[in-house]
């Protein structure tokens, strides 16, 4: 049996800290895509390796609303780093375009639009061949404060939101992937517990 090696699971460095929390005037710079992607392709501890990178699909790394030449263009170069695709954040959130997924029927609309427009850029990164698995991952884009006011109905709204979420995803060959605190009550409390990463029917 000696001399085998489990190749599972691949490991992946997350782009998204370069962005989140930071750009803003009292805050640290954003960090580039291209220096994520040296430092990624970089690292190596006991000869372990990153085997790709895990995606913020906003700008300024990576518009969401980006075509099919700048998604074939963005894929050569993270390839060109010896590096492949896996998951996606969705930007979801009010003030990435989205919405709230418990809000009003424009807020949930605005957050699906996202969903889909995330989706259908994995399906072309799979089609593409850079991105072999991965899902789009999304939370509740909403306070603990907001949600309590209402926690049986904002629950609800969540869970259904999630559920069309999943639909979206699925049309696209895709999987979504739920996180957070109040988005683990909706798939837990309110929705099929499947469709915190894959919507089955």
């Known amino acids: 049996m000696g001399g085998s090696s489990n190749n599972f699971p691949k490991l992946h460095n997350a782009a998204w800290p370069g962005i989140v929390g930071k750009g803003a005037s009292d805050a640290e ?3 580039a895509l291209d220096t994520l992607l040296e430092l990624t392709a970089g690292a190596e501890v006991d000869g ?7 995606l913020f ?3 300024p790394h990576f518009d969401i609303d980006s075509d099919a030449g700048e ?3 963005i894929s050569d170069h ?6 492949k695709v896996g998951s996606f954040v969705a930007p979801i959130w009010d003030g990435a375009g989205g919405g709230s997924a418990m809000g009003s029927a424009d807020d949930r609309a605005r957050f699906l639009s996202q969903v889909k427009k995330a989706s259908s850029i994995g399906q072309q990164m799979r089609e593409i061949g850079i991105r072999p698995t991965g899902g789009v991952r999304v939370d509740s884009s909403v306070g603990v404060e ?3 006011v209402d926690p049986k109905g904002n629950t609800k709204l969540i869970a259904e939101t999630f559920r069309e979420a999943g639909r979206i995803a699925q049309d696209h060959g895709e999987i979504i992937v739920i996180e957070g605190e109040i988005a683990g009550a909706a798939c837990i409390r309110g929705a099929r517990t ?3 990463w ?4």
Not at 48 to 54: L, N, R, V
Request: proline share 3%; aromatic share 12%.
């Open 57 to 59: 699909v906003t700008a």
């Open 29 to 31: 710079p954003i960090i």
């Open 198 to 201: 894959k919507w089955s029917g």
């Open 78 to 83: 993270i390839a060109s780093y010896g590096l």
């Open 146 to 148: 907001a949600w309590d």
């Open 71 to 73: 998604v074939r263009r």
């Open 194 to 196: 499947s469709i915190c």
């Open 48 to 54: 372990q390796k990153f085997d790709g990178i895990d």
